[in-house]
């Protein structure tokens, strides 16, 4: 080869690396959200919905949009029977919405369910601004969340895995470059082609590096098999971490906020003599997209092969019957729901005289061989209690691990 082919043969590789970073880039600027950029939420409720649940629904994006550092400025409800396939609201509804957005020069208009390519095609085009659904919304936050590296690549391969099929908003500039041979085929539609080889690519670099980090931590958790290992699952934001620094005595991260953890943390805790492995994980939420969930299946492989679980749920919110029946489904999914469970109700001390009735409504709902404790994590009621009920929990699965100390004296 020439000096002058060799010259050519680096540039043009040069350019190609210069074209993948600069569309990586591009899907960066088009699926982050900046900090305090302005935006409405728009969700449509069922008629024959509950309106203070429609209400509770709508509060609970509002707090995704928040986490997600959105300065929301105005909800927008509509009472459908479905949404509408094209534009998910009405035309009159989308109307209003649009009034709104070009007279407050809103940033960022976001939906509280997931849409499809061309639903998010159309509202772009309406809009000509960004379009988040409830999964990128959602994948947005746990990109702000990840610190590890398992958790970051599993953030990166769902996120990539939802804009797969959603390439052609993106690239809509590429149709300027149609023409000439008088079919639909042109230079824009080969680029958008070569984007999503891109694409799958790194799809599938992220899934073998995936499964490197799974297998390393696979060998991890077959030398914590002579341990007892229990796991705090619940809703997001019921008070996991909280506990876990509670009964760990370490400095987990807690805030009030949606998916303050992400990453699973283990920590051992030992409690009257008897030691055991205690795990926070992710926290489940109603309509987590499905994808995120098979993501994160190696991350909540803390949850499948723990041998006790603590569900922690916030009695004090107005749906909490409603979160329980989301992390049991979720559960259910991950083929979790039938081990030995403690349900925790946190949060006791913000009930009143009129709520102070749930304790007993819950009693007189759960089943039988139900194991119910409950507390305040954050003001330590009743943790006396808990620990003893986690204790009796934990000694049954260390005995069977252990049984020749079954008849030690000092137990």
């Not at 082609?193 to 590096?209: A, G």
């Amino acid at each position: 080869m020439s000096k002058s082919e060799i010259v050519l043969f680096l540039d043009k590789k040069k350019n190609c690396i210069n074209t993948a970073n600069d569309k990586h880039e591009m899907i960066e600027s088009l699926t982050t959200i900046k900090k305090n950029e302005r935006g409405v939420l728009v969700a449509v409720a069922d008629k024959q919905s509950d309106e203070s649940i429609a209400d509770e629904h709508l509060k609970e994006l509002d707090f995704l949009a928040r986490t997600a550092k959105i300065q929301v400025e105005k909800h927008f409800v509509q009472r459908l029977e479905r949404p509408d396939s094209k534009t998910f609201v009405g035309q009159g509804k989308l109307d209003e919405i649009l009034s709104y957005c070009k007279t407050t020069n809103i940033e960022v208009v976001v939906f509280d369910d997931d849409l499809s390519p061309s639903q998010l095609r159309n509202l772009e085009r309406i809009f000509k601004c960004k379009i988040y659904d409830r999964s990128l919304l959602i994948l947005d936050i746990f990109l702000l969340r990840a610190q590890t590296s398992q958790a970051k690549t599993q953030v990166e391969l769902a996120r990539y895995q939802y804009l797969m099929p959603r390439l052609t908003r993106m690239w809509t500039h590429l149709e300027r470059q149609r023409g000439g041979t008088g079919t639909r085929g042109g230079a824009g539609e080969k680029e958008i082609e070569t984007d999503r080889r891109m694409i799958r690519n790194q799809i599938s670099v992220l899934k073998k590096r995936l499964d490197k980090i799974e297998k390393q931590n696979a060998v991890q958790r077959k030398n914590r098999s002579q341990v007892v290992r229990a796991a705090l699952v619940g809703y997001t934001n019921v008070g996991k971490s909280t506990l876990m620094r509670l009964l760990s005595k370490s400095n987990v991260k807690a805030e009030d906020k949606l998916f303050a953890t992400v990453d699973a943390t283990v920590r051992k805790v030992v409690i009257n003599a008897i030691p055991f492995l205690l795990s926070d994980t992710v926290g489940f939420i109603r309509k987590l997209p499905h994808h995120l969930i098979e993501s994160f299946k190696s991350t909540l492989a803390e949850v499948r092969e723990a041998d006790i679980l603590l569900h922690v749920v916030d009695i004090s919110h107005v749906t909490f019957e409603d979160q329980l029946a989301v992390v049991r489904e979720t559960l259910k999914d991950l083929e979790s729901s039938d081990k030995p469970t403690l349900y925790i109700f946190n949060k006791v001390d913000l009930l009143n005289d009129e709520t102070e009735h749930l304790k007993n409504y819950v009693l007189e709902n759960m089943n039988e061989k139900d194991q119910v404790v409950f507390i305040s994590a954050e003001n330590r009621v009743n943790i006396q209690e808990l620990r003893d009920k986690i204790y009796a929990m934990v000694k049954v699965r260390h005995f069977q691990i252990f049984p020749n100390y079954v008849n030690s004296s000092y137990f």
